[in-house]
T-cell receptor, first 113, second 113 residues
Framework: AQTVTQSQPEMSVQEAETVTLSCTYD???????LFWYKQPPSRQMILVIR??????QNATENRFSVNFQKAAKSFSLKISDSQLGDTAMYFC??????????FGKGITLSVRP | DVKVTQSSRYLVKRTGEKVFLECVQD?????MFWYRQDPGLGLRLIYF???????EKGDIPEGYSVSREKKERFSLILESASTNQTSMYLC????????????FGQGTRLTVV
């Protein structure tokens, strides 16, 4: 079974600074997908970024980028130029092809003005 | 825009009642999921369905059942609600295949008294 581990329950960052959220996972599969989802206080889950395991290049979406280390089974999210609107819970998730989506426990990120 | 709609945002039910949580998606997604979200535990998968009338147990199926009679609708049923089923319930849907982003509903906060 796949497991996703987010060991930090919460983090805080000053506005405009950079923060990295860590995630590790465990799987014996070689073909899978990794995701970071954001859940703001409104509760609506929003996809932040996605990485296909077969791609070596790290995914980037504007201020959000990942550091995907397949051998180490690590998938961290870097948020650059943090904004107040980035305050939310962030969930790391794993999905193998044609199967269920497994989430970590999440991390609460607070951006300080 | 993809839309995943859950029938209620807040729900209060009595112990022993049969409870139905409905979820409808408008993107012809094959996969549909029901998750339960509790503080410190992240999102835990209850059931998922990859096709009409098909279902698979997730990590915590006990006390729940599901129904998928039409592709766009996935119902979660609490056969006899108990106080330990008080939680946030999230429905999600996705395509099968390379575009595997999951889209979420707004969540149902269920309180069992």
């Amino acid at each position: 079974a796949q497991t996703v581990t987010q060991s930090q329950p919460e983090m805080s960052v000053q506005e405009a600074e950079t923060v990295t959220l860590s995630c590790t996972y465990d799987t014996s599969e070689s073909n899978y997908y990794l995701f970071w989802y954001k859940q703001p206080p409104s509760r609506q889950m929003i996809l932040v970024i996605r990485q296909e395991a077969y791609k070596q290049q790290n995914a980037t979406e504007n201020r959000f980028s990942v550091n995907f280390q397949k051998a180490a089974k690590s998938f961290s999210l870097k948020i650059s130029d943090s904004q107040l609107g980035d305050t939310a819970m962030y969930f790391c998730a794993f999905m193998k092809l044609h199967s269920k989506l497994t989430f970590g426990k999440g991390i609460t990120l607070s951006v300080r003005p | 825009d993809v839309k995943v709609t859950q029938s209620s945002r807040y729900l209060v039910k009595r112990t022993g009642e049969k409870v139905f949580l409905e979820c409808v998606q408008d993107m012809d997604h094959e996969n549909m999921f029901w998750y339960r979200q509790d503080p410190g535990l992240g999102l835990r998968l209850i059931y998922f369905s990859y096709d009409v009338k098909m279902k698979e147990k997730g990590d915590i199926p006990e006390g729940y059942s599901v129904s998928r009679e039409k592709k766009e609708r996935f119902s979660l049923i609490l056969e006899s609600a108990s106080t330990n089923q008080t939680s946030m319930y999230l429905c999600a849907s996705s395509f099968v295949g390379v575009n595997t982003e999951a889209f979420f509903g707004q969540g149902t906060r269920l309180t069992v008294v």
